[in-house]
């Protein structure tokens, strides 16, 4: 097996984490792998609460749950559904479907889709802390739309919604880290703010002759931009971007079908986040020891704040009103 793909088979997975209790462990755990330290006067050491709900400060005095301050506070849903709702959105290739995810876990569509949009969230605030260094590929692809078959194609942005695609290229067929984000056009203000976000100063960045690019140079990197042979030897031309575009719609089509507009970004981070923990160990344990891809989505979880159900509701990455997809 892949040591880079390795997960937890499900029946192991499931046998560990059975019960609030053996969940609330794995959150501690990897919250705290020193042991407690308090998050309001920074003193280590606690009394256990029971039910290994939480710890009582030796210093403060106050009481912290473990999930409080974690994407995990406030989930009325019990916590090994959460689990296997963890599992089954990393360690599946195409991850899984809100329809699909109501049926294994057994909870209700709507809950299902607030919960994967949480997961999806943590996934988002992951990334955010990595740029793309190098000799990156980029290049602008239109997502969305109708289903299938009665689909608009082309450009038309009232149907569809430009992504800006990010590769780095290692070798001539090696990808490293990707990021895939929606924008709101293919201005050079739209496409150059994401890329200056996203992109360490200083990387080589190819892209076709799409004049939205020419102020790359002036904006520290170094631009090779290139005319595109077009249609299919476009593709083998810009071939580590256009697999990642490709692999994102057919993701898109085959296990979403629908996506909401407005949460486009929270699809394209789950996309990103998987492909480069399948790719590459970015955030591996300074220890050096493995990590199943669903660990890598715990820490994840720990490390991002808690997003309430109203605010997941009104989510819209971009202020532009948008048609109905
Ligand atoms: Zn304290």
Redesign the pocket.
Known sequence: MNPLIQSASLPDFLAQHATQEACLARIRERRWPQGFV?P??R?AGGYALPGRRGFE?I??G?QTSVTSGTAFAFFKLPLPKVFLAMYLISANKQGISGKSLAKHVGCSGPTAWHLLHKLRHAMQERDEGYRLAGLIEVDEAYVGGLAAGAGVRGRSTKHKTPVLAMVEKMGDNLTGYIALRPVADVTSKSLLKVIGAKIQPGAQIRTDALSSYTALTQRGFVHRPEVSLGGKRSAIQFKLVHRQISNLKSWLLGTHRNTCRRHLDLYTAEFSWRTNRRNRYRDAKPDGQEQTITDRLLTAMVASRHWAWTKIRKHRWTRRKMTAA
């Open positions: 308090c309001h006067c003193h400060c210093g403060c106050r």
